[in-house]
Structures are given as structure tokens and as C-alpha cells.
């Protein structure tokens, strides 16, 4: 007996090395831009995955059975977009969803538009200030492989000074309580505490709103809202816990005195100056220009039939202004760049209609594919993990028809994505476009 269970045994282990062997994947690639770092691109390259990784990368097209054919495409990392808001929907009924929708169902919006984003190219998002209910739920149902989506890097909510940018505005004060989706504070021990909640509620990254914001319903314009206790309370705490934080700052003050607290990347950094740039530098700290919603907001602001507030309308006027000039200015002086959209404020799909914009302000189509790739994966920590298509890394990938390199709106046409080794998209691949 013990003879026959040792055989049974042996067998069972070649049957299942046998079904691991099965597992491999193999990706024919006309064109790949493996790594965006080193920018060289091979030709006819055969990506060989594996339980969701790269496992080799080897010359010619080789390996048979479970073959994707990529051979007339150009391949690359899969996107990362470092700002979203996947529970958002822009449209009239936004103010209204503040009141009638549970986080329940905030969760089945976010997985509708987490499916859009994936199968737009980007196989990584930061959410940064859904509920932290519906965006936990969901970024643990798309891990687990329950939900079609992106890999997500959660707020879980945001932290706001008390009636500041995040915070409930323009409602009856008994409905405040209820309404808010995250964490607010005053006086740094309370900020310490909002950190310490937003960690306890799931949060992987923390995200403040270091100023006032343009679609928040407050006359508080879009200047300092947080004191410099306050911020580096705030960054302190965050940094004891081994999360970084990224801070939404559109008035100059907001964005240096964040700076100078030692927070770690910027969202927005609409109206930064030269000390703004000086301390960019000088701390590593990324930028995340978001050049896709201000051009939204701008327009959506000439619209009557918008939704949007007196406030909003104002602030979305007066945010404005050439932030093209302010890329391309950070980007000459050497400011770390990182990809990111606030798409959730514009319509969902769209996010890589980002580089275009960003090729606009001065970067090359290659260092726009960087932000998206091999800086977002540093700005996230996550650089052994995504953002090349090495050995060892998530076979996290897009396919489009020409040369992004050449024309950067290739990349918002993707035919093919693939997220850790399952195809998400095929598009036009399958349809013979």
C-alpha cells in the first residue's frame, strides 16, 4: 500500500508539472519597448509567461499552444494611471449621487468603470478619495480575480481640513456626518489621527487636499488650506507607517509649504513657481500634472447644461491658465514627472488621451511613456514589480497597431491588453481591425 500511494504520489507530481508547464503563455511581438527606461525597441520577440509573470524574453517566435499573435503590433508595459476616481461618474447627477448612492453602489459603478480603464490600457490605477468601503471591496474583488479590473492603489478616502476641499459643503450641517466619504481634521493630533483611520480603513497610499479644489461647492478659493503643523503632522504619521503621501495642491503656498513638509508627490501643482520647482527638486518629490482634467473642467465650465455650481464654475475658470508652461518649465528643470488623469472628474476610457498633452508640454513620446510606466512604478514603489516587461516582472502589457514613439495617440487605440498573464481586451485584434 505504501509502494502504491508512493507511486500515486509521483504521478500526481508529474501531472501537475505537467499542468504548470501547460500554463505558459507565449506572446509574439512584432515591435516591444521591454523596458521604457533604456527606450531601445527589439523586433520579433517572443514574451514567455508564466503564473502572470515574464519569465524570458527570447528572439524570434518561438513556443506553441497558447500563443497571442502580436507579430504586426507594437508592444509595451501596460499603463499606470496615478490618479482616478473609479466610484465617479462626470454628468449632471453628480451633486445628486452625493445624496442617494451607498457606498454599495458606488462599488458596482467603480467595477463598470475599472473594466473601461482596463481594457483603455492602463493595468494599474491609484484611486485616490473613494469611499473607502466601495474601493476596498472593489480593489480586493480585482486582486482576487472576481472583478474585471486594474491592479488598484487605494486612498480609501482622503483627508481634509474641516470645511476645506473634500470636506462636505453647501448642505444642511445634519447631513454632514452622513455624507462624508472620508477623513477630516484640525490641529495636527487630529491630523494624526485622520492618518492613522485612513490606514486602519485599508488606505496603501495617504492623499490630502493641501489646498482648495476647484469642484469642491466652497467659496474657499484655491489657496493653503492645511497649517505647516498640520501638514507635517500629517507626513510624520503617514511616513511612521511606511505609506507615502500624495498631496492635491493647486495654490502656490499649499504646494511648497507640502513640499517643505516632506510630502511626496503633487497632484495638480497648478500655479507652482520657481521655489516650487527648486524644492521638487531638491526633495525627489513626483509630479503629477493631471493636464486631462483641467482641460475638461475648463470647457465643461462654458456649459450651461454642465451641473456644474456658481463655485465650481469660478474656480474652474481661474484654474485655467497655460498649464502646459508649467510642465514644461518642471520638466526642463529636471522635476520628476509621474502619469496621472483625475479621470472619475472626466468621462472614464479616456486617460491616455494624457500624453498627447503631455507631448504638448515638451516631453518626447518616449518620456511620456515613461510617466506611465517605469516612473509611476518608482512614484508607487512598486518598481520590481510593474512598468517593464522583464523576467520576474507582471506580464502586464498593451498592443497598438502603430508607433508610439512616433504618434503618442497610438497608445489610445490599444488592440490588445493583457493584465498578469490574462488577456482583458482584445478590441480590434479579434474583430480583424
Known amino acids: 500500500m505504501i509502494a502504491r500511494a508512493a507511486s500515486l504520489a509521483v504521478l500526481a507530481l508529474v501531472a501537475f508539472g505537467r499542468a504548470q508547464a501547460a500554463e505558459r503563455t507565449y506572446v509574439h511581438a512584432g515591435k516591444l519597448l521591454a523596458d521604457p527606461a533604456t527606450g531601445k525597441v527589439t523586433t520579433n520577440q517572443t514574451l514567455v509567461i508564466e503564473d502572470g509573470r515574464v519569465v524570458e524574453v527570447r528572439d524570434g517566435f518561438v513556443g506553441e499552444g497558447s500563443v497571442?499573435?502580436?507579430?504586426?503590433?507594437?508592444?509595451?508595459?501596460?499603463?499606470?494611471?496615478?490618479?482616478?476616481?473609479?466610484?465617479?461618474?462626470?454628468?449632471?447627477?453628480?451633486?445628486?449621487?452625493?445624496?442617494a448612492r451607498s457606498d454599495s453602489a458606488a462599488a458596482i459603478q467603480g467595477a463598470s468603470n475599472a473594466k473601461k480603464t482596463l481594457e483603455a490600457g492602463f493595468t494599474t490605477v491609484a484611486d485616490l478619495g473613494a469611499p473607502s468601503d466601495a474601493i476596498v471591496a472593489l480593489r480586493n474583488g480585482i486582486a482576487s480575480g472576481q472583478v474585471s479590473g486594474p491592479r488598484i492603489i487605494a486612498s480609501a478616502g482622503m483627508i481634509s481640513p474641516h470645511g476645506g476641499h473634500g470636506d462636505v459643503n453647501g448642505v444642511k450641517s445634519d447631513l454632514i456626518p452622513h455624507m462624508r466619504s472620508g477623513g477630516v481634521c484640525s490641529g495636527p493630533d487630529d491630523c494624526r489621527r485622520a492618518v492613522r483611520e485612513r490606514i486602519q480603513a485599508g488606505a496603501d497610499i495617504i492623499k490630502i487636499t493641501a489646498t482648495g479644489g476647484v469642484t469642491s461647492d466652497a467659496n474657499t478659493g484655491l489657496g493653503q488650506h492645511f497649517s505647516k503643523g498640520e501638514l507635517e503632522a500629517i507626513v510624520e504619521t503617514a511616513h511612521f507607517m511606511n505609506r507615502t503621501v500624495t498631496g492635491h495642491a493647486h495654490g502656490t503656498d499649499g504646494i511648497n509649504s507640502f513640499l517643505a513638509a516632506g510630502g511626496d508627490s503633487v497632484e495638480h501643482g497648478t500655479f507652482q513657481n520657481d521655489e516650487s520647482?527648486?524644492?521638487?527638486?531638491?526633495?525627489?518629490?513626483?509630479?503629477?500634472?493631471?493636464?486631462?482634467?483641467?482641460?475638461?473642467?475648463a470647457r465643461q465650465a462654458e456649459k450651461a447644461d454642465s451641473g456644474m455650481t456658481d463655485n465650481q464654475r469660478a474656480k474652474s475658470r481661474s484654474s485655467g491658465h497655460d498649464m502646459k508652461a508649467i510642465v514644461r518649465r518642471a520638466h526642463k528643470a529636471g522635476v520628476r514627472i509621474a502619469f496621472g488623469t483625475d479621470t472619475g472628474v472626466s468621462p472614464h476610457g479616456e486617460n491616455a488621451r494624457e500624453f498627447a498633452l503631455l507631448v504638448q508640454s515638451g516631453l518626447t513620446p518616449l518620456e511620456a511613456i515613461r510617466t506611465a510606466t517605469v516612473n509611476a512604478a518608482e512614484h508607487f514603489r512598486m518598481?520590481?514589480?510593474?512598468?517593464?516587461?522583464?523576467?520576474?516582472f507582471a506580464a502586464d502589457l498593451i498592443a497598438v497597431e502603430g508607433d508610439p514613439l512616433t504618434d503618442v495617440t497610438e497608445l489610445e487605440r490599444p488592440i490588445y491588453v493583457m493584465k498578469e498573464g490574462r488577456a482583458a481586451s482584445a478590441g480590434r485584434l479579434l474583430?480583424?481591425?
Do not use: M
Not at 518598481?383 to 520576474?392: A, N, V, Y
Open 277 to 297: 520647482v527648486r524644492l521638487f527638486v531638491q526633495t525627489r518629490a513626483w509630479f503629477i500634472p493631471t493636464l486631462l482634467v483641467g482641460d475638461y473642467v
Open 431 to 433: 474583430s480583424g481591425g
Open 68 to 99: 497571442v499573435d502580436l507579430r504586426q503590433r507594437f508592444v509595451l508595459p501596460g499603463l499606470i494611471d496615478s490618479h482616478v476616481h473609479l466610484t465617479n461618474q462626470p454628468g449632471p447627477d453628480s451633486r445628486y449621487n452625493k445624496f
Open 383 to 392: 518598481d520590481k514589480e510593474i512598468g517593464r516587461l522583464t523576467p520576474g
